[in-house]
């Protein structure tokens, strides 16, 4: 208890100024009402403050140069801890300038408010800390909740021009101990600075505002010397070019004399030409209306051959189409006598197989035999019957297969001579 004790009495010490330098950071940038910078004194007292709430309990590790208490170790881990971290302290690595820990550390402290991230100190690693230290007990967590509030505040902190190396922390309790009349000195302090800071900033936008109007007045001046320069250059060849036309044009006036001589000359010969072409065009147009007259009554007489044409073409094909119908039919009947064939077939060889059948029987039984003669004859008579009429079937299956050639030999001469005739009639026509 005897250790304890003033540890305990540290991190009440340490929340109380936490909790003063917040709230006083807090209401100033709210009274100041811009963007803070790293000359505001109540944030410089704000990271030395956190600062020692930070290495309260931080833990001495041992090296090769000797012992080494910083910040950096356990800033550095927040960032596996926490992954939204990760950007501030690659953002610390990256920076020019830096050399020690503690600049590093200081440098995340400063980015962390801008970016508005302090909540991550919340996940700060233990293997860094005593057991008794700020940011292990209920202290660190009610810290952490009021670095919620500065999230109000923006702030805009050059960290490349600090040097964050050599700075001292040592936290100034004058500006928390001040009267009523130092307070009232305090506004008027910061109501001027805020006038000059405006002033300042007002003479500053006004010389940015002019310098960029003086370099593009500049441009403009080079712009318009180039495009004059280049203007005497194209106002020299103007001229050159000029005496150069008159040349021409005087050449081109005493060519144009010349030649207007010729086409006059050209012309009375060509009025003489045009004078005998007139009269000849008069005597051919004559000729030619009498070969145009002769054309057009050839030309109707053809036209009406050509209707006599087709319609003896229209007749033609009516008849091609009854010929057609009649070899169709012709075609109808050759099936169905081929059916009967097949049927008279298919009967007589029926009837071989009985007479087959009968002789089998014939030889087995010559009593049998002798009473089925009569059978056998018959069926030989109808069998040769049967063989006559399909003979005759033949001949006239025959007789019409040679009808139908010959109408379809008679068809195709038919047509042929039409089409011969048709052509002949077609080529006069075209003639």
């Avoid at 596996?80 to 020019?96: G, Q």
């Amino acid at each position: 208890m005897h250790i304890l004790y003033p540890m305990a009495m540290e991190r009440a010490n340490l929340l109380n100024m936490a909790k003063l330098s917040i709230k006083g950071l807090i209401e100033s940038a709210l009274s100041f009402g811009r963007t803070l910078d790293s000359d505001y004194p109540p944030l410089q007292q704000f990271f030395v403050v956190m600062e020692h709430c930070l290495k309260h309990g931080l833990r001495v590790k041992k090296s090769f140069l000797g012992f080494n208490k910083s910040l950096w170790g356990p800033l550095e881990l927040v960032e596996k801890l926490c992954p939204e971290a990760a950007e501030i302290s690659a953002s610390v690595r990256d920076l020019p300038g830096l050399k020690t820990p503690l600049g590093r550390a200081r440098a995340w402290l400063r980015l962390a408010l801008m970016q508005k991230r302090y909540t991550h100190i919340n996940t700060e690693p233990d293997d860094f800390y005593e057991n008794s230290a700020l940011m292990l007990e209920e202290e660190g967590a009610v810290i952490v909740g009021l670095l919620v509030g500065l999230n109000v505040i923006d702030a805009n902190l050059c960290v490349k021009g600090e040097d964050l190396d050599s700075q001292v922390g040592v936290i100034d309790f004058s500006m928390y101990l001040k009267n009523d009349i130092d307070d009232y000195r305090s506004e008027e302090r910061n109501s001027q600075i805020a006038s000059i800071l405006d002033q300042k900033n007002y003479v500053e936008e006004l010389n940015r505002q002019l310098n960029s109007t003086v370099h593009g007045l500049q441009g403009r001046v080079d712009s318009l010397e180039k495009s004059n320069s280049k203007l005497i250059e194209e106002l020299a060849i103007a001229k050159n070019n000029i005496i150069k036309l008159q040349e021409e044009n005087q050449q081109l006036r005493s060519e144009n004399s010349v030649i207007l001589l010729k086409t006059q000359q050209h012309l009375e010969v060509t009025q003489g030409d045009v004078s005998v072409e007139r009269d000849t065009y008069k005597q051919s147009r004559q000729g030619l209306d009498e070969m145009y007259n002769e054309a057009r009554r050839q030309l109707k007489e053809e036209c009406q051959l050509r209707q006599d044409v087709e319609n003896e073409l229209v007749v033609q094909v009516s008849m091609k189409q009854e010929m057609e119908l009649a070899m169709k039919l012709l075609e109808k009947d050759i099936h169905e006598k081929q059916d009967t064939l097949i049927g008279l077939r298919q009967q007589l060889d029926e009837v071989k197989a009985i007479n087959v059948e009968m002789y089998q029987k014939m030889q087995s039984s010559d009593e049998e035999m002798k009473k089925k003669n009569d059978v056998i004859s018959r069926l030989e008579e109808k069998t040769n019957q049967i063989t006559a009429t399909m003979k005759q079937l033949e001949q006239s299956d025959k007789d019409l297969l040679s009808q139908t050639r010959t109408l379809a030999m008679s068809f195709v001469k038919c047509a042929s001579t039409d089409t011969e005739h048709q052509y002949k009639l077609v080529k006069d026509i075209s003639f």
